[in-house]
């Protein structure tokens, strides 16, 4: 103890590392700014991750062509959102596509794919990445062949009801007894989410020997 810093009404005095004040205002102010700064964070992640914010499209962008091209001044790869290319075909209303990803979101939680597999990559790693899923040039140059469909989404269709028919790799997908409709909806959903902006997550999809 310094004699000196104990006597009262001088700067040195007021900040005085010995007083339980000075710590107990430092904490207290730092806390109230956190939480402003926190609060601030959580607004703006929302703004950011919900469907039609800056990063994730609207459901109905399932009506469109989704490209993936590296942008330079990100350095990275991002979603490019093209011209009309309905899913199956049908061109649908929002509310349509909010049902039909309500309906993927169901199959994919209630057949646990997470189990295997990784979204945003969150979840095991058994399987492949889902999110760029849809992008996977493995459906037109292996699976369409494959399955002797003419689109991607029929193939997707077609692969997700009998994975077990059309392996590709040596760990092998299960049958998992999804239905036509259930297929079909879980593609939309896996349509949507390739065009949401992840900050070029996963890198290098599609590249040579990156996705496996
Ligand atoms: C038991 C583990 C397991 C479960 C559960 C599982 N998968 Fe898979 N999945 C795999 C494996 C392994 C592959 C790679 C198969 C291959 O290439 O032959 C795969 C491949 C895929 C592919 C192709 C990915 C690509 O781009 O190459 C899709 C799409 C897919 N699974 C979707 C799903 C969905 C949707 C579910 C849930 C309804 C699911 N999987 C559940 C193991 C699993």
């Known amino acids: 103890m310094k004699p000196e810093a104990t006597g009262s009404g001088t ?10 004040l000075f710590w107990r205002a430092g ?3 730092v806390t109230l700014v956190m939480i402003v700064v926190l609060a601030f964070l959580s607004v703006d992640s929302m703004r950011v991750i919900s469907v039609g914010g800056r990063n994730v499209p609207n459901y109905d962008v ?3 062509r989704i490209g993936y091209q590296f942008d330079w001044s990100r350095k990275m790869d991002v979603p490019v959102i093209g011209g009309a290319q309905p899913l199956f075909g049908k061109t649908v209303t929002e509310a349509e596509a909010t049902a039909l990803m309500d309906k993927g979101k169901l199959v994919i939680q209630s057949r646990n794919c997470m189990n295997c597999h990784t979204i945003f990559g969150n979840g ?16 037109s140059q292996i699976w ?8 991607r989404e029929d ?3 077609e692969f997700l009801m009998h994975p077990d028919k059309y392996p590709t790799w040596t760990r092998q997908m299960p049958n998992l007894n999804i239905s036509e409709d259930e297929a079909r909806a879980t593609v939309a959903y896996l349509k949507w ?8 997550f996963p890198a ?9």
Do not use: C, E, H
């Not at 062949?145 to 003419?150: H, I, L």
């Not at 989410?193 to 070029?200: H, Q």
């Open 11 to 20: 700067i040195a005095a007021r900040l005085d590392l010995q007083d339980p």
């Open 27 to 29: 904490a207290v102010s």
């Open 62 to 64: 399932i009506n469109y």
């Open 124 to 139: 095991a790693y058994y399987g492949p990445d889902l999110t760029k899923s849809w992008l996977d040039p493995a459906w």
């Open 144 to 151: 369409m062949p494959m399955t002797g469909k003419a689109t």
């Open 155 to 157: 193939a997707m269709v």
């Open 193 to 200: 989410l390739s065009a949401i902006d992840t900050n070029g």
């Open 204 to 212: 290098n999809f599609g590249k040579a020997n990156t996705s496996r």
